[in-house]
Each structure stands twice: as structure tokens, then as C-alpha cells.
């Protein structure tokens, strides 16, 4: 292919335009392929980050394909590109693959396999756009700095996340979608041949750009490669830490990634303005939300978000603007890139995999924090510490153990003076006040600092987390979530996330057998689960989507055939295994139990196999949307009996999802009823049933006027694989 040369006039707006371009598609896919992975994968938090694994793993590749392709000829380097981004449209339209996990195959490690094999030669052609689109920059216009192109660079790749979730995913298809990126990719091709076509004629590349900065030592590409790591697997940790208790859609995913690219366009733009603010105020901003954020923040959930994101933000910027300023000649752009994007993908390989194996807890979210406080460039607040600490060494050391001995007592009081209530005491209060201002005071020493730090996130709340990890089976850590058990004199909880799934009050064996919660005989579950035997006579076939604490069991009766659909098996250890709860042991002695995703297995059924589902999926507040799909709730009437009964669980703090389940009523010919139901010593709880019998609704309406019929919403979709949107369904909005 004969590449043409353009006028030298139109050169940076060109390159521009492609880079922005590039950058725009490649992080419009990654939502998007999450999307498309729903329905098979689920909804589980971890889902999002083996993908954003893939992302980083990918976007190494591309970076050090960047930097090997940087030793060619300008002319040459263009033609191999353009090969690369020809070989990669074989995977055209993009989509995810039918690659089915094999029995026993951890998520962990099939997920990723699936995304690399489906996106992989596509993602990598275009993730190496950046760096090298920066490199043919410097060639074709030498004498100006590529630099800044990083910032339009990651300016792009803001604008693409956030085009997602508010523009493409409410207003298309998802094999629209597919359309969309693929004339896209089409599109970006025909700029990157016009980019190459700027590149001087084939001669040795040294005498174009000779490289004659000095390499840098091992101490500033490690340096290189930390700055990166930090707020890469702290992005991370914030996703998790937001998606866990919301719902697991695009929207709440891409937010923790779309703020921590803006953090480049801000700390590699030419005014530097903002990015030393910023960077000034990041390590007051970690002293104060690290600690906050530590203690979980149950109560206020949505300032708890606000909080972590801005937090990242504040990390992201400081930490990046720390990477501008180590930055090299234009001559070692490739390398530089690629130890950032080392760090990156070392930062994903932390958060995603190596932490939920070696922690029962979110433990890398303070340590990452803890990190940040060490490596964010400090500025001394006041000029008389400026002078204490920058005086002679030995003074600086008896300073240090000073801070230090300090911190270690008012933690020690801290934890001493430690009460039964939630709230501190005033002498609590005192000492963490006392906390904060000496790390306020130490800005500007990193060490001194750290020791702060450490003691804020540990007197905040962190020694409550230490304290639960100590005690034996009181938490448990899976791919899927964080499980913690609390145990009263009275009563037995678990919890995900900061939502109870199950309670199980202990003293007699009556007490032991109650159903509690949202499962009460009361609710609309457990009026249907007493309706069974009029219903469907005394061989009753029930499916329950969840198994939590194993409660529902505890409705079962001799001559019926139960069985429970689980994802996750640690759920099935602490229900059944752990001794922990005892609802399947006393109830259900033997339950069959299915363990892999509802919607999978399900679909495995022969037809007319259930006369009641009950689907009670929750993944502490996440709402698992695959499961709540056109597509679903047809494979569900399939499995039931004519008769057949749906008991949807809708309860939700953030998320009204009557309209969804109505939509998907009507649009499959289904009859429903909700229930609202609040009574003291039980969960306030909504269920809808569900059933193409309208005499079978009527039974439940007759045994308590309180059903009412399902409330739909004017003009809502709905959700199926291909469309989905829940914007219009968040509560406040």
C-alpha cells in the first residue's frame, strides 16, 4: 500500500483527531464487552475487574509492541502497523466468543481466557495507538512536544467511558453497538494510514531522531513503574467498593476508570495549574478519606461513594503529576510508557487476583491508600517545618521516632477506650482529632507521614477489620464477594457488602427453624411457600435462585423436591458446611444443590421441571441484570408448569425495580402481583409473583389483600441481552 505524505500545515490536528479517535474506541469496548458478558458471567464486581485484568494486561502488549516497533524505519514502522491493524479486523464485528469454562474451572482464570481470545488482537492493535501515534509525532513535526498528545490521548478515552453508559447503552443495541465499533475501527485505520503517511522517507531511524538523552537508571524506572501501580489497583479496589452495594451495571463501573484517565489529561496537560493543586491537597485528602473510608461508612453509602471517587481522583492526579515530572526526553517516550503501563497492569494483577487470595477482606484498599500517602510528591504546609525537618540528619531522625511514639499512643487510646456503641466516645474523638493534625503537620516527609497514615486507617475503623479477620470463620473471601458472619447470644448473621442476607435466630430448636428477614411468613415469599400445598398438592417442585443462609428450606415438606441454584461455592460451605447456620441441617438434610449461574443451569432444564422459582439473586445490593432479562424470564416460564408460580425478591435501597419486572410481565404474557411487607422483627421486604395462570395469582390475593397488582412504568422497555438500561430506575433521581 502506497502511503501519500500530507502537507506539513495539517499535521497536529490530524494526529490529534486519530489519537483522539483511538482512544475513544478502545475504552468505548471495554464497557461494552462487560455488557455483552452479562448474561453469561453475571454481574459480580470481580467480573468487571478480570475484564480490566485483560484491559491492562492487553494495553502492556500494545505499549511494548510500541516500543519494539520504534527501532524500524519511519516509512516501515507505518507499514507493520497498518498489517497489525489489518490482521486484527479478522475479529470483526467485535463480540464475545462462545468459549464455554470447563467443569471445576476457577472464574478467576476462565474469565480472562474468554475475554483475551474474543477482544484480545483487536484491543492490542488499538491500545498501542498512544504511544506510538506520539512517537510519529515527534518524527514528522521534530522540536515539538509529544507529551501534551497524552493528554488528548487519555481526553478521549474519559469521553468514550462516559459516551457508554449515558449515550451508546440506553439508546442502542447491543449488536448496534457491535456496528457502532466496528465502522469505528474502519474509520480509525483510514486515519492511521494518513498519520503514517506524514512519517520522512525510509532512512536509518537514528538519523531522524538520534537518541542522545542518558537511559535511566533501575531507581527511576522502579520509581516509574510505582507511580503506576498505585493508582491503577486503587481503581481498582474503588470498583469493587461501589459496585458491591449498588447494582453492577456500566455506569458504576466506568466511573472509577473514566476519573483515573481524566487524572492524566490533568497531570500531563501543558498549564500545570491544576495538577499542582491538586497535587498539594492530595495528601490532606488521604489522611481524611483513607481513614473514613476504612470504617466502611454503612450508613451513608452514596457519600461514601462520593468520598472513594474523589479520593481516587485526588491519588490519580498526584501520583500521575508525580510521572510527568520524572518524565524523559521525547527519545525514551516508548520505554516510559511502557514501565507505566508495566505498573498498570502490575497495580490489575494486585487488585484482581493476588489480593482475594491472600486477604479476607478488602485489605488492599488501605494499603494501597497507605502507599499513596508515601508516594504522592509532598509539599511542606508551613516553612518553620520545612527547616525542622530538612535540618541535620540526626535531628530529622529524633523527629521521626517522635511522630512515631506519638501516633502508637493515641492509637493505643484509641483502641483502649474502645466502647460497645458505633459511635466514638468524646475521648475517642479527641485522639483521632490529635491523629489527623500531627499527619497534617508531618506533610512533606513521606516517612513521618506514612506513620501518620498508619495510624489514621487503623484507629478509623481498621482495627475492627483486623479484629473480625482474627476470629475464626467469621469472614470469607470469593470471587463473587466478601461474606462476614456476626454472631450475637441471640442470633446468627451473614452479611455481603454491608447488606444482611441471612439471620437465623439460636436458642431452641423452634427459634432455630423460623425463617426470618425478608423471609418471614409473612412476606411474599413465605405466603407463597405455605400456598404450595393448594396449589400444587404435597409433590410440590420448588427452585430457589440463591441460597444465603439456606432460610427458605425451612418451608420445605416431606414429599417435596427442592433444589437450590448457587454461583458461588463459599456460600454453599457457610450455609451447609461451616456449622455456622443450621436452617439446611434441621430442614433439608440433604438439598440438592446446583452450583454454578441460575440462568446457565436453568437453561439446562427440561421443560415443566418447577411449579415454583423463587429468584433471589442479590449479590448484596448488585442486581445481577442478566437475570432480569426478557430472555430470563422465558427460560424461566419454560421450566415451570403451566401453573407455575415466579417469586421475584425486588428489594432494594438504590434501585426501583417494579417497572422491570412488570415490563418483562407484560411483555411475556405473565399475571403479577406485589407485596410490600413491614412488620417489627422482620425485613421490610417486596416480592412480586408471577404466573401465566391468572386463577394462581388469585389464590395468593385471596389468602391476603395486601398483594396488589404489579406497577408498571409508561414507556419502559424492557430489559433484555441486547438492551438494557437502569438510569430511569435509580431511587432520588
Not at 510500541?66 to 489489518?86: I, T
Not at 469472614?475 to 451473614?494: A, C, M, N, W
Request: net charge positive; hydrophobic share 50%.
Amino acid at each position: 500500500m502506497k502511503l501519500l505524505p500530507r502537507p506539513r500545515s495539517g499535521v497536529r490536528p490530524l494526529f490529534v483527531v486519530t489519537i483522539l479517535s483511538s482512544a475513544f474506541l478502545l475504552f468505548l469496548v471495554q464497557p461494552m464487552v462487560a455488557r455483552m458478558a452479562l448474561p453469561r458471567l453475571g454481574g459480580a464486581p470481580a467480573v468487571w475487574n478480570s475484564a480490566m485484568l485483560v484491559y491492562q494486561a492487553l494495553l502492556l502488549g500494545g505499549y511494548a509492541y510500541a516500543h519494539w516497533l520504534g527501532r524500524l524505519e519511519p516509512r516501515l514502522q507505518g507499514r507493520v502497523h497498518l498489517g497489525v491493524l489489518l490482521i486484527a479486523a479478522l475479529w470483526l464485528p467485535i463480540g464475545l466468543g462462545g468459549l464455554q469454562p470447563g467443569p471445576g474451572v476457577p472464574p478467576a482464570f476462565w474469565v480472562p481466557w474468554l475475554f483475551v481470545l474474543s477482544i484480545g488482537p483487536l484491543f492490542f492493535a488499538v491500545s498501542a495507538q498512544s504511544p506510538l501515534l506520539q512517537r510519529w509525532f515527534s518524527l514528522a513535526c521534530k522540536g515539538q512536544d509529544p507529551y501534551a498528545l497524552y493528554a488528548a490521548s487519555n481526553l478521549g478515552s474519559f469521553a468514550g467511558l462516559i459516551a457508554y453508559p449515558l449515550l451508546v447503552e440506553p439508546m442502542m443495541t447491543l449488536f448496534n453497538q457491535r456496528i457502532l465499533w466496528s465502522s469505528g475501527y474502519i474509520l480509525l485505520g483510514l486515519l492511521v494510514a494518513l498519520c503514517a503517511g506524514t512519517l520522512p522517507r525510509d532512512r536509518p531511524l537514528q538519523a531522524v531522531t538520534p537518541v542522545t538523552s542518558a537511559p535511566p537508571g533501575r531507581k527511576r524506572i522502579a520509581h516509574w513503574i510505582l507511580l503506576a501501580f498505585v493508582p491503577s489497583g486503587l481503581m481498582l479496589a474503588t470498583s469493587t467498593y461501589i459496585t458491591t452495594d449498588i447494582v453492577a451495571m456500566p455506569l458504576l463501573w466506568v466511573i472509577p476508570l473514566a476519573l483515573y484517565l481524566l487524572s492524566f489529561t490533568i497531570a500531563f496537560a501543558r498549564d500545570r495549574t491544576a495538577a499542582d493543586i491538586q497535587t498539594r491537597i492530595a495528601p490532606i485528602a488521604i489522611l481524611l478519606f483513607g481513614g473514613i473510608l476504612v470504617s466502611g461508612m454503612p450508613g451513608m453509602p452514596y457519600l461514601g461513594a462520593i468520598m472513594a471517587l474523589a479520593l481516587l481522583f485526588l491519588v490519580s492526579v498526584a501520583l500521575h503529576t508525580g510521572l510527568y515530572r520524572l518524565r524523559p526526553e521525547p527519545d525514551r517516550l516508548t520505554g516510559f510508557y511502557l514501565a507505566m503501563s508495566f505498573g498498570g497492569a502490575l497495580g490489575g494483577v494486585f487488585s484482581a487476583l493476588v489480593a482475594p487470595m491472600l486477604f479476607d477482606w478488602t485489605y488492599e484498599y488501605p494499603i494501597l491508600i497507605l502507599a499513596a500517602g508515601v508516594l504522592t510528591p509532598h509539599a511542606y504546609m508551613f516553612a518553620p517545618l520545612q527547616r525542622a525537618w530538612q535540618g541535620n540528619p540526626q535531628r530529622r531522625r529524633i523527629l521521626l521516632w517522635a511522630v512515631a511514639l506519638i501516633i502508637a499512643a493515641l492509637v493505643a487510646v484509641v483502641l483502649l477506650d474502645h466502647t460497645t456503641g458505633d459511635a466514638p466516645s468524646s475521648l475517642q474523638q479527641a485522639m483521632l482529632l490529635i491523629v489527623v493534625a500531627v499527619g497534617v503537620l508531618a506533610i512533606g516527609t513521606p516517612p513521618a507521614f506514612g506513620f501518620a497514615l498508619v495510624g489514621v486507617l487503623i484507629a478509623f475503623g481498621g482495627y475492627q477489620a483486623i479484629a473480625i479477620s482474627l476470629e475464626p470463620g467469621a469472614r470469607t473471601r470469593s470471587y463473587f464477594g466478601i461474606y462476614t458472619v456476626h454472631s450475637t447470644p441471640t442470633e446468627q448473621q451473614l452479611a455481603h457488602g454491608t447488606t444482611v442476607h441471612g439471620t437465623q435466630l439460636r436458642g431452641s430448636p423452634q427459634r432455630e427453624r423460623t425463617p426470618t428477614a425478608y423471609y418471614v411468613p409473612g412476606s411474599g415469599v413465605g405466603q407463597a411457600m405455605q400456598a404450595l400445598p393448594v396449589l400444587y398438592g404435597p409433590r410440590a417442585r420448588v427452585g430457589v435462585v440463591g441460597l444465603g443462609t439456606g432460610t427458605l428450606a425451612c418451608y420445605a415438606r416431606p414429599g417435596q423436591d427442592w433444589r437450590f441454584y448457587e454461583i458461588d461455592p463459599a456460600i454453599v460451605r457457610i450455609a451447609r458446611d461451616s456449622g455456622q447456620f443450621s436452617f439446611l441441617s434441621n430442614c433439608l438434610p440433604d438439598p440438592k444443590i446446583v452450583i454454578g449461574d441460575a440462568r446457565v443451569n436453568i437453561a439446562k432444564q427440561r421443560t415443566d421441571t418447577l411449579d415454583l422459582l423463587a429468584l433471589d439473586a442479590f449479590s448484596s445490593d448488585s442486581v445481577p441484570m442478566h437475570l432480569m432479562t426478557r430472555e430470563a424470564f422465558d427460560s424461566y416460564a419454560r421450566v415451570l408448569s403451566p401453573r407455575g408460580l415466579l417469586l421475584v425478591h425486588i428489594s432494594n435501597r438504590f434501585l426501583d425495580l417494579e417497572p422491570v419486572v412488570a415490563a418483562a410481565a407484560k411483555a411475556g404474557g405473565w399475571q403479577a402481583a406485589t407485596l410490600f411487607y413491614s412488620a417489627p422483627g422482620a425485613t421490610m421486604s417486596q416480592w412480586i409473583a408471577l404466573s401465566r395462570d391468572p386463577a394462581t395469582i388469585r389464590v395468593l390475593q385471596a389468602r391476603d389483600a395486601a398483594w396488589k397488582p404489579t406497577r408498571g412504568r409508561p414507556g419502559f422497555v424492557p430489559w433484555s441481552d441486547g438492551y438494557s438500561s437502569i438510569l430511569p430506575l435509580v431511587k432520588g433521581l
